[in-house]
């Protein structure tokens, strides 16, 4: 027989099985084969690869010999059968991945289209607006009037109130150049100025231009608008017209046109380069508390203390629409549009964020879960989620393709949540009120966190890139935080 564990006598040069041997010399103490003494210390182990052991006598018959044939045979057809089983699988799984791939082409192709003719109709409908203003409509009936044309618009929107269940994916790549988290968490105060008047301090509003970061726009409570250059480090325009605080600006993204919203009531539409009111909106008649622009860039979404939200023309300041819940009976706190501009957000003094259609016009969802007015709301990029802040200390994260909160952030006790704005990347979330906080979506943990403000910081913005981060405050100031 191989021994298992085999070994060397230096006496006798014979091997042993040392199980066998380690008996014998402790029973006997000297070699079995020439008697002379040893010891197991003297014994040396030999390395060999793993014996075969031969097969039993019984296993040497012809019929023996074939039922091992017999057994390896079936073990190779089952292992040849779980193979076959796999590759079918897989067959399966990428058949199932072409055809998805090509549905998804399809609905692309599809939207493209619908897209195009949605852009035609309104470039045929602009110059037809021959719309009804919402001043000379009673207000019980202004939601349920709409003239042609407004109808016109809203059908080449071409969606339905089920849009917001079917959200795709705008498809846009995270930039090379954005800052990384790492880095952001070593950004520094670079620059702080004083804007507006000094006899009413307090910056109440925020905006950067969205193709050229360096251009921002404030709203002060003296009623001015002020468009400041960042990289001149200078004031370029002092808009003024309000009769009250600016609570909201807009740096139109393509023109060099900006907005304003007041508790005056009124909208207005400002030229840069000729530093004035070019177009007065009267779409309330109560304080306006929330504006948003249309990814068309020709329409603006306003919501109001008077319960209304109105979408209006910039171009010739008419009011296409204007709508209330009349279940609610509540007033509007902000209002956002998707980037997709077919849906939007609107927050309610009872905590109530609501999302409505465009084209239908109607509340195609309710998201309860705070405890106090909504303050801010905003939009991620790709349109999966919704922040949402309000005067109960704490910033909820909402999945709109499943409709449900999925994240809740709570602050420090007595937080007040004056501003939420994604980055254009959709990779940092950044918080100002209390003072100034930036998280890092998907993970949701906060990576900066700013104090400077003496005041209540009133609004926040990214650069482009999130290179810097700009904030403004009751404290009448602008500042910028960078490496």
Same mark, same amino acid.
């Given at each position: 027989?191989?021994?298992?564990?085999?070994?060397?006598?230096?006496?006798?040069?014979?091997?042993?099985?040392?199980?066998?041997?380690?008996?014998?010399?402790?029973?006997?103490?000297?070699?079995?084969?020439?008697?002379?003494?040893?010891?197991?210390?003297?014994?040396?182990?030999?390395?060999?690869?793993?014996?075969?052991?031969?097969?039993?006598?019984?296993?040497?018959?012809?019929?023996?010999?074939?039922?091992?044939?017999?057994?390896?045979?079936?073990?190779?057809?089952?292992?040849?059968?779980?193979?076959?089983?796999?590759?079918?699988?897989?067959?399966?799984?990428?058949?199932?991945?072409?055809?998805?791939?090509?549905?998804?082409?399809?609905?692309?192709?599809?939207?493209?289209?619908?897209?195009?003719?949605?852009?035609?109709?309104?470039?045929?409908?602009?110059?037809?607006?021959?719309?009804?203003?919402?001043?000379?409509?009673?207000?019980?009936?202004?939601?349920?009037?709409?003239?042609?044309?407004?109808?016109?618009?809203?059908?080449?929107?071409?969606?339905?109130?089920?849009?917001?269940?079917?959200?795709?994916?705008?498809?846009?790549?995270?930039? &090379?150049?954005? @800052?990384? $988290?790492?880095?952001? !968490?070593?950004?520094?105060? #670079?620059? *702080?100025?004083?804007? +507006?008047? =000094?006899?009413?301090?307090?910056?109440?509003?925020?905006?950067?231009?969205?193709?050229?970061?360096?251009?921002?726009?404030?709203?002060?409570?003296?009623?001015?608008?002020?468009?400041?250059?960042?990289? &001149?480090?200078? @004031?370029? $325009?002092?808009?003024? !017209?309000?009769?009250?605080? #600016?609570? *909201?600006?807009?740096? +139109?993204? =393509?023109?060099?046109?900006?907005?304003?919203?007041?508790?005056?009531?009124?909208?207005?539409?400002?030229?840069?380069?000729?530093?004035?009111?070019?177009?007065?909106?009267?779409?309330?008649?109560?304080?306006?508390?929330?504006?948003?622009?249309?990814?068309? !860039?020709?329409?603006?979404?306003?919501? *109001?203390?008077?319960?209304?939200? =109105?979408?209006?023309?910039?171009?010739?300041?008419?009011?296409?629409?204007?709508?209330?819940?009349?279940?609610?009976?509540?007033?509007?706190?902000?209002?956002?549009?998707?980037?997709?501009?077919?849906?939007?957000?609107?927050?309610?003094?009872?905590?109530?964020?609501?999302?409505?259609?465009?084209?239908?016009?109607?509340?195609?969802?309710?998201?309860?879960?705070?405890?106090?007015?909504?303050?801010?709301?905003?939009?991620?990029?790709?349109?999966?989620?919704?922040?949402?802040?309000?005067?109960?200390?704490?910033?909820?994260?909402?999945?709109?393709?499943?409709?449900?909160?999925?994240?809740?952030?709570?602050?420090?006790?007595?937080?007040?949540?004056?501003?939420?704005?994604?980055?254009?990347?959709?990779?940092?979330?950044?918080?100002?009120?209390?003072?100034?906080?930036?998280?890092?979506?998907?993970?949701?943990?906060?990576?900066?966190?700013?104090?400077?403000?003496?005041?209540?910081?009133?609004?926040?913005?990214?650069?482009?890139?999130?290179?810097?981060?700009?904030?403004?405050?009751?404290?009448?100031?602008?500042?910028?935080?960078?490496?």
């Amino acid at each position: 027989l191989v021994p298992e564990h085999p070994c060397v006598s230096p006496v006798s040069n014979q091997v042993f099985e040392r199980r066998l041997i380690e008996k014998y010399i402790a029973e006997n103490g000297v070699d079995p084969i020439n008697g002379q003494p040893l010891s197991e210390e003297q014994l040396i182990d030999i390395k060999v690869s793993h014996p075969i052991r031969p097969k039993a006598p019984s296993a040497t018959s012809i019929p023996a010999i074939l039922k091992s044939l017999q057994d390896e045979w079936d073990a190779v057809m089952l292992h040849s059968f779980t193979l076959r089983q796999q590759l079918q699988t897989t067959r399966q799984e990428l058949s199932h991945a072409l055809y998805q791939h090509d549905a998804a082409c399809r609905v692309i192709a599809r939207l493209t289209k619908e897209v195009t003719a949605a852009r035609e109709a309104l470039a045929t409908l602009k110059p037809q607006a021959g719309l009804i203003a919402p001043q000379a409509t009673p207000a019980s009936q202004t939601a349920a009037v709409v003239s042609n044309s407004s109808r016109l618009f809203m059908h080449s929107l071409g969606v339905g109130e089920k849009r917001f269940l079917h959200l795709e994916s705008r498809g846009k790549t995270v930039p &090379e150049d954005l @800052i990384r $988290a790492e880095d952001l !968490g070593k950004f520094r105060q #670079v620059a *702080s100025h004083g804007l +507006h008047s =000094a006899s009413i301090p307090g910056i109440i509003s925020l905006d950067l231009c969205p193709t050229d970061t360096n251009k921002v726009l404030t709203g002060g409570a003296d009623k001015n608008v002020v468009v400041f250059d960042r990289r &001149e480090e200078q @004031i370029v $325009a002092t808009l003024k !017209g309000h009769t009250k605080k #600016v609570s *909201s600006v807009i740096y +139109h993204p =393509a023109q060099s046109v900006v907005f304003s919203a007041s508790p005056d009531s009124t909208i207005r539409v400002w030229s840069v380069t000729g530093g004035n009111c070019v177009q007065v909106i009267r779409a309330h008649e109560a304080s306006v508390t929330g504006l948003s622009l249309h990814a068309t !860039g020709d329409y603006l979404l306003s919501s *109001s203390e008077d319960q209304y939200w =109105a979408f209006s023309d910039i171009q010739t300041g008419r009011v296409l629409t204007k709508v209330t819940d009349e279940t609610a009976g509540c007033a509007l706190t902000c209002a956002q549009f998707h980037p997709d501009g077919l849906i939007f957000g609107t927050g309610t003094a009872d905590s109530q964020i609501k999302i409505w259609d465009l084209k239908e016009r109607t509340n195609v969802a309710n998201f309860p879960g705070h405890s106090g007015p909504v303050t801010s709301i905003a939009f991620s990029e790709n349109g999966y989620y919704l922040a949402t802040g309000a005067q109960d200390s704490s910033l909820k994260l909402w999945d709109l393709r499943k409709l449900k909160n999925f994240k809740t952030i709570t602050l420090d006790n007595n937080y007040e949540v004056k501003s939420l704005v994604f980055d254009q990347s959709g990779t940092y979330l950044a918080v100002g009120g209390s003072d100034i906080r930036v998280y890092i979506c998907k993970q949701w943990s906060e990576v900066l966190n700013f104090s400077d403000h003496s005041g209540l910081v009133t609004g926040v913005a990214f650069g482009e890139h999130a290179q810097f981060l700009a904030s403004t405050g009751m404290d009448r100031s602008l500042k910028f935080y960078s490496l």
